[in-house]
């Protein structure tokens, strides 16, 4: 099907929310991990969120050249057309964008599909992160607060992080402290700054205890209650029913199915999957290396074998490897089986 229109993709987040699950937002930085994200989310009856980061996009571009919104553009416009040959339905998003990244990469974009609507179609991207975790909250909502009516203008949404996840991703890093927990305050802040819904929709990245990557049990402490403390706080601040905010759950590998059913109560609609689904289809690389290694490369004089060490071979194998790993987080978070229904 084509990629979700913007009311589409409202939709599926209000289904999401409304039915108690969360869609697997799934990182991608080639075509090959495009469609791997496609098969898993067909093979598990499930829409879903495929998203780019700024060094994704710097992949997309070419490693050779700096022009990450052009990756960005080449990204979308792949996953725009195969996408109509798969039955689920897809939203596009650009994830963890710091504020020196801001003018090199979000807003040229912003501006790109502020031309398509102006020209009567839809926005290239259905949503837009902004990364502000690294400056002060006051500045990273000031920010989120100049950027909302563009994103309205275009009928986006654009997503905010509010609190800090820690470890490390495309060079966005943060300590493990007591920094990695928002706090009702900074809810309360942030709908002070850009409403609930009225200035434009915006789904909030609330942290709590979220790290990026992968760490031994112990190392992390996730606290999904928190989210429900924050929610009921604002509803009765603001007299909303329940669950007012768009949550969304960084840093989610390794945590535990109860930790992640947890924040999908408490209203998270959209999870994101990297580090798992990047182990998942280089594991499987590395398993058809290890076991075929004379065919995959030409030992001792021998010519190897082009069956196994064509692109491909190996890359159908870990294609499908990942794709299984997207079926799994589609489980986890309840988004399987609801596509189109």
Known sequence: MPVATPDQYAEM??????????????????????NSVLQGLTEAGSDGIIQVTTGGADYFAGQSVKARASGALAFAAFVTEV????????????????????????????AASEAEVKAGRNPIFQSHMWDGSAVPLAENLEIAKEILPRMKAINAILEVEIGVVGGEEDGVSHEINEHLYTTLDDAIQTVEALGLGDNGRYMAALTFGN?????????????????????????????TGPKPLD?????????????????????????????????????????????????????????GNKKIYDPRAWGKLAETAMAARVVEATQQLGSAGHSGK
């Open 13 to 34: 987040l209000d289904k999401a929310k409304s039915r108690g699950f969360a869609y697997p937002a799934i990182n991608v930085s080639s075509s090959s991990t495009i």
């Open 83 to 110: 996408a109509k040959n798969y039955p689920i339905t897809v939203a596009l998003h650009t994830d963890h964008c710091p504020k020196d990244a801001l003018d090199g990469f979000v807003m040229p974009l912003i």
């Open 211 to 239: 790290v990026h990557g992968v760490y031994k049990p112990g190392n992390v402490k996730l606290r999904p209650e928190l989210l429900k403390e924050i929610q009921d706080g604002i509803a009765a601040k603001y007299g």
């Open 247 to 303: 949550l969304v759950f960084h840093g989610g590998s390794g945590s535990t199915d109860e930790e992640i059913a947890t924040a999908v109560a408490n209203g998270v609609v959209k999870m994101n999957i990297d580090t798992d689904t990047q182990y998942a289809y280089s594991r499987s690389i590395a398993d058809t290396v290890l076991r075929n290694y004379d065919g995959f490369l030409k030992v001792d004089g021998e010519v």
